[in-house]
């Protein structure tokens, strides 16, 4: 399929990543997303401004471009027009269920718990603050509240009390995405760790990437770690459930199936059919990293063998405001830590805007134990300072 023209339905940092990858296969991209100057479409061939919700402006881009695939990137599309696309004859990448599945928590959930079985918290639905209560009843206290669509953790809280329940009902709405006042209310899970499995579907199989670890707040991801460290029948268990998912929804691609590991069980916690924020660590970590790997397994191209670099770690770098005038400090102080052996390099993403705890860049850091690495990337990302013209 050389050479391939592919449209990116959305273009921010993860789908930056992935046009790279893909330019260096020849590839045309066609990026698109609702704002102007994202970063996927500094580097692509092509680029279109719309609401990935507006199926018929949707469908009128797919037409005139006439992509050999749709890979979408983020949450917000309209996936009745992209299933409607598949059935025409129109290639989606994985595939148009994938996507309609994940698009929103409660499909996902739904699938992985109802039809395959997997382990998952207690969790119920609730589209009002009075259901919300009486999810929590069900599910108990604490409990967590999530928009059944949003992305990056926007949206969700950990409700401790009868009253907070509410209150994070509200807030859960407030921060969604898309016009369903839907949440998802979970028993909280006292999990020892949590963990992303970056799985691909391939021509040649089905692949597994060394486990990532990671730390959230606020519900979003602050550093992600690899090899995340966990005991083998762990490990056996999560590649097992993420294995049967993936091919349960079809099609090719790397999935970023996510897991809270609480003793020795590994519980199905979300999935997303594309590159995952928290495999950023990928970049220096593995080869071919997670970006790559979604790639050739569009392509229908070869994906082993995965080979893993050393300890690696990732760190984000914030805004903690709004303004369309910075610029970055520092990058010279945080590039001084790396070594031959012990890299460290940054990612900036090219962001127009700055948004309160928008991600603008990640911090990329190899060592010899992880926990140097977590520490190496933390202090390169610390060494980068936002400054505000404003």
Known sequence: ?????????????????????????????????????????????????????????????????????????????????????????????????????????????????????????????????????????????????????????????????????????????????????????EEFIRFDSEITLLTVSAADGVHFCAPIGHRQEAGDYRESWQPAALDKSVLRSAQEQAGRVVQALGGYGLFGVEFFVAGPRAIFSELSPRPHDTGMVTLISQSPNEFELHLRAILGLPVAPITLAGPSASAVILADRESERFRFEGVGAALELSCAEQPVELRLFGKPRTLKNRRMGVALARAATVEDAKRRAVEAARRVAIRYED
């Open 1 to 185: 399929m050389f050479i391939a023209r592919l449209m990116l339905l959305g273009s921010g940092e993860l789908g930056r990543e992935f046009a790279i990858a893909a330019k260096r296969l020849g590839c045309q991209v066609i990026a698109c997303d609702r704002y102007e100057r994202a970063p996927a479409m500094q580097v692509a061939d092509a680029v279109e401004v719309f609401s990935m919700l507006d199926g018929a402006a949707l469908r009128r881009t797919v037409e005139r471009h006439r992509p050999d695939v749709i890979v979408p990137e983020i949450e917000a599309i309209d996936t009745a027009t992209l299933a409607a696309l598949e059935a025409e004859g129109w290639r989606v990448a994985p595939s148009a269920r994938a996507a309609q599945l994940t698009m929103n928590r409660d499909g996902i959930r739904e699938f992985a718990a109802g039809e395959l079985g997997l382990e998952t918290s207690r969790y119920c639905f609730a589209e009002s603050r009075a259901e919300a209560l009486a999810a929590a009843e069900f599910t108990g206290l604490p409990c967590v509240v999530k928009p059944v669509m949003s992305s990056s953790g926007k949206g969700q809280s950990t409700a401790r009390t009868v009253v907070e329940v509410g209150a994070a009902y509200d807030h859960a709405v407030a921060n969604m995405r898309g016009d369903r006042r839907r949440v998802i209310v």
